[in-house]
């Protein structure tokens, strides 16, 4: 059953968030406020009380919108996006939940800047997908790879999505898969496929 939960209230209402967490808590990061207000903004979900709050110590190193996250038990992996001058942005973040703190990945970028993607993961590594890239522009079916146990990330180009120039897709898995459905395409429609 689904029941509204008013404790577990964003801190500031937002669009165009991402999120990531264990079996305890979740993140909800970054996000936009219509007309102009972008945000590296954290807040933190507990799940056994359904409560939320605003955790400063783990704000995003820089203000993301429209970017994608994933993650294991220990540590989150905020990735992609764009920023207040419209830049797509190809950095990593990662939160440690023991310590409720965030810093950038310096040496491990995506291949190439972008928005609007998806991403799934499980124990050991995650996969970032799809979005939409500035130079040259257009939708991309991009997948690249990242290596929990080293913070590292590849282009994986036989993972790259089949159905060509996905955006706004849903991500989702578990120990063995993920799934990437839906989204929209460079030509206007929407996509049904999985």
Do not use: W
């Amino acid at each position: 059953t689904t029941f509204r939960s008013p404790g577990a209230d964003l801190s500031l209402a937002r669009a165009d968030v991402a999120g990531t967490g264990n079996s305890d808590v979740g993140y909800i990061t970054g996000g936009y406020v219509y007309p102009s207000s972008r945000y590296s903004r954290v807040d933190k979900l507990t799940y056994s009380s359904d409560t939320l709050a605003y955790v400063p110590g783990t704000n995003l190193p820089a203000i993301r919108a429209q970017h994608t996250a994933m993650g294991n038990q220990t540590h989150g992996y905020i990735g992609a996006g764009y920023d207040p001058s419209n830049s797509y942005k190809s950095t990593i973040d990662k939160i440690t939940y023991s310590s409720d703190t965030t810093a950038s990945l310096s040496n491990s970028n995506l291949s190439e800047g972008r928005q609007m993607l998806s991403s799934v993961g499980n124990a050991t590594r995650g996969y970032f997908a799809g979005g939409v890239a500035s130079s040259p522009t257009g939708f991309r079916s991009t997948v690249d790879r990242i290596e929990f146990s080293t913070d590292t990330i590849q282009r994986i180009p036989g993972a790259d999505l089949t159905t060509p120039y996905r955006r706004s897709s849903a991500g989702t898995g578990n120990s063995t898969h993920g799934y990437f459905s839906c989204g929209g395409s460079q030509f206007g429609d929407d996509s049904s496929s999985v």
